[in-house]
């Protein structure tokens, strides 16, 4: 059944704080958008971070493209034109993601996914892959077929999102102030969402169903659920464990 509301530990849902805006001075280059795709002045992604400043935008024509995103300076966006544009990233290579954001300030939109790779650990789909690094992710569809969908070793926020038909989990969290909001995540193998050391974690109006596992893994952090629909998922709805809910300076030991 649907879950009206679901608080877990002691909080409600919340907002995450949104990314920074740009800091320009008269030195710094304005931002860009960067075309990308065959005819176009980047005809690859590579080609496009190559050349890419921080805060600049890489806009992908529709269309497949079998490379990695490593957005590895601050408040680089990547942007799928009209709902067509996937990146698919399959390799014999451990620990390589298809989407990475490794700074400050990172987005993605409306973009499919698709990943495998055999990583025994960290193997995600897309990765949050620094604490100092954050991803804002809007209308990103995430598979790996060796891993879990989303990964987040730093902040992450994610608005209309599918992390669904992982072979793992939809989502791991491990990193503060986390929030997804209408997001589904489904047919995982292992659960719908992990969350460790994920302190003031938020889900708001998510479905999490049908997952091989529990809907919601909460082993330690604190945050809230709301207006989700947890639902036929396998052994239970949402299990905690017993350091979900403590402060987190006691989870560390301070």
Known sequence: A???????????????????AAQTTPDTPPPRTLLVGPGRPYATLAAALAAA???????????????????????LTLVGEGGGAMLTW??????????????????????????????VADNYAVHVS???ASLTLDRVSAASATGTGLGADGRV?????????NSRYGAALFAK??????????????????ARSAWRLSLVRCTVANNRGPGLDLVS????????????????G?????????DEDEDEGG
Not at 2 to 20: E, S, T
Not at 110 to 119: A, D, E, T
Not at 238 to 246: P, Y
């Open 53 to 75: 400043r921080a805060f600049d935008t890489l806009s992908l024509a529709p269309g497949a493209y079998a490379e990695r995103a490593v957005l590895n300076l601050e408040g």
């Open 2 to 20: 649907a879950l009206a509301a679901l608080v877990v530990g002691g909080g409600a849902a919340f907002a995450a704080a949104p990314p920074a």
């Open 157 to 165: 926020g994610a608005v209309g999102c599918t992390f669904s038909g």
């Open 238 to 246: 949402a299990r905690a464990g017993r350091a979900w809910g403590e």
């Open 221 to 236: 952090g604190s945050g809230g659920a709301a207006e989700c629909e947890v639902r036929g998922n396998r052994g239970q």
């Open 177 to 194: 102030d986390c929030r997804l909001e209408g997001c589904t995540l489904s047919d995982n193998g292992a659960g719908g969402v992990l």
């Open 130 to 132: 620094d604490p100092a």
């Open 90 to 119: 399959t390799t014999d290579r451990p620990y390589e993601a298809a989407l990475v954001a490794a700074a400050p300030n990172c987005a993605a939109s409306n973009l499919s996914i698709r990943h495998s790779s055999p990583s």
